[in-house]
T-cell receptor
Framework: QQQVKQSPQSLIVQKGGISIINCAYENTAFDYFPWYQQFPGKGPALLIAIRPDVSEKKEGRFTISFNKSAKQFSLHIMDSQPGDSATYFCAASINDYKLSFGAGTTVTVRA | GAGVSQSPSNKVTEKGKDVELRCDPI?????LYWYRQSLGQGLEFLIYFQGNSAPDKSGLPSDRFSAERTGGSVSTLTIQRTQQEDSAVYLC???????????FGPGTRLLVL
Protein backbone atom coordinates (compact mmCIF):
# COMPACT_ATOMS: atom_id res chain seq x y z
CA GLN A 1 0.00 0.00 0.00
CA GLN A 2 1.77 3.08 -1.26
CA GLN A 3 1.36 6.03 1.08
CA VAL A 4 2.48 8.55 -1.51
CA LYS A 5 1.04 8.50 -5.03
CA GLN A 6 3.11 10.13 -7.78
CA SER A 7 2.24 11.10 -11.34
CA PRO A 8 3.00 11.04 -14.18
CA GLN A 9 5.12 7.93 -14.51
CA SER A 10 7.16 9.64 -17.22
CA LEU A 11 7.26 12.88 -19.11
CA ILE A 12 9.11 14.42 -22.01
CA VAL A 13 9.76 18.13 -22.16
CA GLN A 14 11.61 20.37 -24.58
CA LYS A 15 14.70 22.21 -23.44
CA GLY A 16 13.60 25.42 -21.78
CA GLY A 17 10.16 24.05 -20.92
CA ILE A 18 8.56 23.41 -17.55
CA SER A 19 8.36 19.94 -16.00
CA ILE A 20 5.64 19.36 -13.43
CA ILE A 21 5.40 16.30 -11.20
CA ASN A 22 2.57 15.78 -8.76
CA CYS A 23 2.28 13.81 -5.53
CA ALA A 24 -0.59 13.11 -3.17
CA TYR A 25 -0.58 11.64 0.33
CA GLU A 26 -3.13 10.43 2.86
CA ASN A 27 -1.35 10.47 6.20
CA THR A 28 -1.89 13.90 7.73
CA ALA A 29 0.88 13.20 10.24
CA PHE A 30 3.49 13.59 7.51
CA ASP A 31 5.49 16.72 8.20
CA TYR A 32 8.46 16.54 5.86
CA PHE A 33 8.24 16.33 2.06
CA PRO A 34 11.51 15.94 0.14
CA TRP A 35 12.14 15.42 -3.53
CA TYR A 36 14.99 13.19 -4.66
CA GLN A 37 16.73 13.09 -8.03
CA GLN A 38 18.24 9.85 -9.26
CA PHE A 39 20.52 9.33 -12.25
CA PRO A 40 21.00 5.85 -13.73
CA GLY A 41 23.35 3.74 -11.65
CA LYS A 42 23.38 6.21 -8.79
CA GLY A 43 21.56 6.49 -5.50
CA PRO A 44 18.90 9.16 -5.02
CA ALA A 45 20.13 12.59 -3.99
CA LEU A 46 18.10 15.17 -2.11
CA LEU A 47 17.01 17.94 -4.45
CA ILE A 48 14.70 20.12 -2.39
CA ALA A 49 12.39 19.67 0.60
CA ILE A 50 9.49 21.44 2.25
CA ARG A 51 7.64 21.37 5.54
CA PRO A 52 3.87 21.95 5.75
CA ASP A 53 4.12 25.38 7.35
CA VAL A 54 4.97 26.94 3.98
CA SER A 55 3.14 26.71 0.66
CA GLU A 56 6.07 27.14 -1.66
CA LYS A 57 9.83 26.76 -1.66
CA LYS A 58 12.14 27.70 -4.48
CA GLU A 59 15.75 26.77 -5.02
CA GLY A 60 17.15 27.89 -8.34
CA ARG A 61 15.07 26.37 -11.13
CA PHE A 62 13.30 23.95 -8.77
CA THR A 63 10.12 24.87 -6.90
CA ILE A 64 7.94 22.83 -4.55
CA SER A 65 4.31 23.85 -4.24
CA PHE A 66 2.48 22.46 -1.23
CA ASN A 67 -1.28 22.32 -0.67
CA LYS A 68 -1.94 21.09 2.85
CA SER A 69 -5.74 21.04 2.58
CA ALA A 70 -5.63 18.97 -0.61
CA LYS A 71 -2.77 16.82 0.71
CA GLN A 72 -0.85 17.38 -2.48
CA PHE A 73 2.55 18.71 -3.41
CA SER A 74 4.33 19.17 -6.67
CA LEU A 75 7.74 19.80 -8.15
CA HIS A 76 8.19 22.33 -10.92
CA ILE A 77 11.40 22.35 -12.93
CA MET A 78 11.68 25.65 -14.77
CA ASP A 79 13.81 26.15 -17.89
CA SER A 80 14.39 22.38 -18.09
CA GLN A 81 17.85 21.36 -19.30
CA PRO A 82 19.10 18.05 -20.77
CA GLY A 83 21.11 17.56 -17.57
CA ASP A 84 17.82 17.44 -15.66
CA SER A 85 16.96 14.16 -17.38
CA ALA A 86 16.62 11.78 -14.45
CA THR A 87 14.09 9.99 -12.28
CA TYR A 88 12.47 12.11 -9.63
CA PHE A 89 10.92 10.73 -6.46
CA CYS A 90 8.68 12.52 -4.04
CA ALA A 91 8.65 11.30 -0.46
CA ALA A 92 7.07 12.01 2.87
CA SER A 93 7.92 11.26 6.46
CA ILE A 94 7.00 11.97 10.05
CA ASN A 95 9.73 13.82 11.95
CA ASP A 96 12.06 13.14 9.04
CA TYR A 97 12.20 9.54 10.18
CA LYS A 98 11.72 6.84 7.56
CA LEU A 99 10.72 8.00 4.13
CA SER A 100 7.68 6.80 2.17
CA PHE A 101 8.46 7.24 -1.50
CA GLY A 102 6.33 7.74 -4.57
CA ALA A 103 6.87 5.41 -7.52
CA GLY A 104 9.03 7.89 -9.40
CA THR A 105 8.79 9.97 -12.57
CA THR A 106 11.26 9.63 -15.40
CA VAL A 107 11.90 13.03 -16.94
CA THR A 108 13.45 13.32 -20.38
CA VAL A 109 14.49 16.74 -21.60
CA ARG A 110 14.86 16.97 -25.38
CA ALA A 111 17.53 19.34 -26.66
CA GLY B 1 34.62 11.71 4.71
CA ALA B 2 33.35 10.37 1.42
CA GLY B 3 29.74 9.47 0.76
CA VAL B 4 27.86 6.29 1.60
CA SER B 5 29.47 3.30 -0.05
CA GLN B 6 27.95 -0.09 -0.76
CA SER B 7 29.40 -3.39 -1.88
CA PRO B 8 29.19 -5.28 -4.04
CA SER B 9 27.83 -2.97 -6.70
CA ASN B 10 26.33 -5.94 -8.53
CA LYS B 11 25.53 -9.45 -7.35
CA VAL B 12 24.22 -12.35 -9.38
CA THR B 13 23.22 -15.42 -7.41
CA GLU B 14 21.26 -18.59 -7.82
CA LYS B 15 17.91 -19.15 -6.24
CA GLY B 16 18.30 -20.63 -2.78
CA LYS B 17 21.73 -19.15 -2.06
CA ASP B 18 22.41 -16.69 0.75
CA VAL B 19 23.77 -13.19 0.00
CA GLU B 20 25.31 -10.46 2.13
CA LEU B 21 25.17 -6.81 1.15
CA ARG B 22 27.39 -4.27 2.86
CA CYS B 23 26.90 -0.59 3.64
CA ASP B 24 29.54 1.85 4.87
CA PRO B 25 27.77 4.99 6.05
CA ILE B 26 29.24 8.46 6.21
CA UNK B 27 31.52 8.76 9.23
CA UNK B 28 29.67 10.13 12.25
CA UNK B 29 26.22 9.34 10.93
CA UNK B 30 24.29 7.61 13.68
CA UNK B 31 21.19 6.68 11.69
CA LEU B 32 21.29 4.12 8.91
CA TYR B 33 18.48 2.90 6.64
CA TRP B 34 18.06 0.10 4.14
CA TYR B 35 15.62 0.50 1.26
CA ARG B 36 14.74 -1.71 -1.68
CA GLN B 37 14.03 -0.42 -5.17
CA SER B 38 12.30 -2.84 -7.51
CA LEU B 39 12.01 -2.19 -11.23
CA GLY B 40 9.49 0.55 -11.88
CA GLN B 41 8.77 0.96 -8.17
CA GLY B 42 9.64 3.59 -5.66
CA LEU B 43 11.92 2.92 -2.78
CA GLU B 44 10.55 0.60 -0.11
CA PHE B 45 11.75 0.98 3.49
CA LEU B 46 13.27 -2.16 4.98
CA ILE B 47 14.96 -1.38 8.30
CA TYR B 48 16.28 1.51 10.39
CA PHE B 49 19.28 1.54 12.71
CA GLN B 50 20.04 4.09 15.38
CA GLY B 51 23.56 3.26 16.46
CA ASN B 52 23.73 -0.52 16.59
CA SER B 53 20.07 -0.95 17.51
CA ALA B 54 17.27 -1.56 15.03
CA PRO B 55 14.14 0.01 16.53
CA ASP B 56 12.22 -0.41 13.30
CA LYS B 57 12.40 -3.61 11.27
CA SER B 58 8.85 -3.30 10.00
CA GLY B 59 9.80 -3.23 6.33
CA LEU B 60 11.66 -6.52 6.19
CA PRO B 61 9.53 -8.62 3.81
CA SER B 62 10.13 -12.01 5.41
CA ASP B 63 12.23 -13.79 8.01
CA ARG B 64 14.73 -14.58 5.26
CA PHE B 65 15.87 -10.98 5.55
CA SER B 66 18.03 -9.80 8.43
CA ALA B 67 20.44 -6.98 9.08
CA GLU B 68 22.98 -5.97 11.63
CA ARG B 69 25.15 -3.00 12.37
CA THR B 70 28.38 -3.08 14.29
CA GLY B 71 30.44 -0.36 15.91
CA GLY B 72 27.79 2.16 14.99
CA SER B 73 29.17 2.06 11.48
CA VAL B 74 29.11 -0.76 8.91
CA SER B 75 25.86 -2.56 8.27
CA THR B 76 25.21 -5.87 6.57
CA LEU B 77 21.91 -6.93 5.04
CA THR B 78 21.61 -10.69 4.67
CA ILE B 79 19.10 -12.48 2.50
CA GLN B 80 18.85 -16.20 3.08
CA ARG B 81 17.55 -18.70 0.56
CA THR B 82 17.17 -16.03 -2.10
CA GLN B 83 14.12 -16.05 -4.36
CA GLN B 84 13.69 -14.49 -7.80
CA GLU B 85 11.38 -11.84 -6.34
CA ASP B 86 14.30 -10.63 -4.21
CA SER B 87 15.89 -9.24 -7.37
CA ALA B 88 16.10 -5.48 -6.88
CA VAL B 89 18.45 -2.63 -6.07
CA TYR B 90 19.19 -2.47 -2.36
CA LEU B 91 19.99 1.04 -1.20
CA CYS B 92 21.52 2.18 2.03
CA UNK B 93 21.20 5.69 3.43
CA UNK B 94 22.68 7.39 6.45
CA UNK B 95 22.16 10.67 8.27
CA UNK B 96 23.75 12.46 11.17
CA UNK B 97 20.62 12.95 13.21
CA UNK B 98 16.96 13.89 13.24
CA UNK B 99 16.16 16.72 10.87
CA UNK B 100 19.24 16.00 8.81
CA UNK B 101 19.27 14.87 5.20
CA UNK B 102 19.42 11.18 4.35
CA UNK B 103 22.36 10.50 2.03
CA PHE B 104 22.06 7.47 -0.21
CA GLY B 105 24.70 5.09 -1.46
CA PRO B 106 24.81 3.91 -5.08
CA GLY B 107 23.05 0.65 -4.25
CA THR B 108 23.70 -3.03 -4.81
CA ARG B 109 21.96 -4.52 -7.82
CA LEU B 110 20.92 -8.05 -6.92
CA LEU B 111 19.82 -10.52 -9.56
CA VAL B 112 18.54 -13.91 -8.47
CA LEU B 113 18.49 -16.46 -11.26
Amino acid sequence: QQQVKQSPQSLIVQKGGISIINCAYENTAFDYFPWYQQFPGKGPALLIAIRPDVSEKKEGRFTISFNKSAKQFSLHIMDSQPGDSATYFCAASINDYKLSFGAGTTVTVRA
Amino acid sequence: GAGVSQSPSNKVTEKGKDVELRCDPISGHTALYWYRQSLGQGLEFLIYFQGNSAPDKSGLPSDRFSAERTGGSVSTLTIQRTQQEDSAVYLCASRRGLGETQYFGPGTRLLVL
